[in-house]
């Protein structure tokens, strides 16, 4: 099973671009790469998942180098409300969620 | 498009009671999961069902938990008997085929039942 190696904690300001990154050393062939957020008392939504090379949509950029053994979430402009738990999964066979990566967002 | 919709929101209940957790998941999705959160963790996969059938329940702790998914739409998670450990967020996903692999399509959660066992 693919694990996956996130930061536990990441703090950041309003306006910054944040960029949290996932390692994913043992990820398959045919695995993709799925970020999710969570906000308190709330279940986890998908931000964004991709397979190679880069992935936008109106939320965040995912950036995933060729050997493909880790991957960035980017926030462009972060504010308050992006303060919540980012999740990094690596879908082989079974969906497991590490400890996530709780992201601080300060005025 | 309605979400996933989970009842109760909350429950408390004291050991050894028996207590159960319903999920209406989206409309056309064949793919239901049910996961628990402890505080601080991430979700941790309990079962999932592909239509009717669960493909996957390793995790289930089956002396006391038993889950169902009837006709492949609604489910129920059901503990008996409940103990103090079994205090956490109780959510339910599902997620529809994509490209002919449900592994890859996203998740839509819940807001989960917040269980306190007393």
């Known amino acids: 099973l693919a694990k996956t190696t996130q930061p536990i904690s990441m703090d950041s300001y309003e306006g910054q671009e944040v960029n949290i990154t996932c390692s994913h050393n043992?990820?398959?062939?045919?695995?993709?790469i799925t970020w999710y957020q969570q906000f308190p008392s709330q279940g986890p939504r998908f931000i964004i998942q991709?397979?190679?090379t880069k992935v936008t949509n109106e939320v965040a950029s995912l950036f995933i180098p060729a050997d493909r053994k880790s991957s960035t979430l980017s926030l462009p402009r972060v504010s308050l409300s992006d303060t919540a738990v980012y999740y990094c999964?690596?879908?082989?066979?079974?969906?497991?969620f590490g400890q996530g990566t709780t992201l601080q967002v300060k005025p | 498009e309605a979400g996933v919709v989970q009842s109760p929101r909350y429950k408390i209940i004291e050991k050894k009671q028996p207590v159960a957790f319903w999920c209406n998941p989206i409309?056309?999705?064949?793919?239901l999961y049910w996961y628990r959160q402890n505080l601080g963790q991430g979700p941790e996969l309990l079962i999932r069902?592909?239509?009717?059938?669960?493909?996957?329940d390793s995790q289930l702790p089956k002396d006391r938990f038993s889950a169902e998914r009837l006709k492949g739409v609604d489910s129920t998670l059901k503990i008996q008997p409940a103990e103090l450990g079994d205090s956490a967020v109780y959510l339910c996903?599902?997620?529809?085929?994509?490209?002919?692999?449900?592994?890859?399509?996203?998740?839509?959660f819940g807001n989960g039942t917040r269980l306190t066992v007393t």
């Open positions: 996903a599902s997620s529809s085929y994509l490209q002919g692999n449900s592994q890859n399509s996203p998740l839509h």
């Open positions: 043992n990820i398959a062939t045919n695995d993709y």
């Open positions: 991709g397979y190679k």
């Open positions: 999964l690596v879908v082989s066979g079974k969906l497991i």
């Open positions: 409309s056309g999705h064949n793919t």
């Open positions: 069902y592909e239509n009717e059938e669960a493909v996957d």
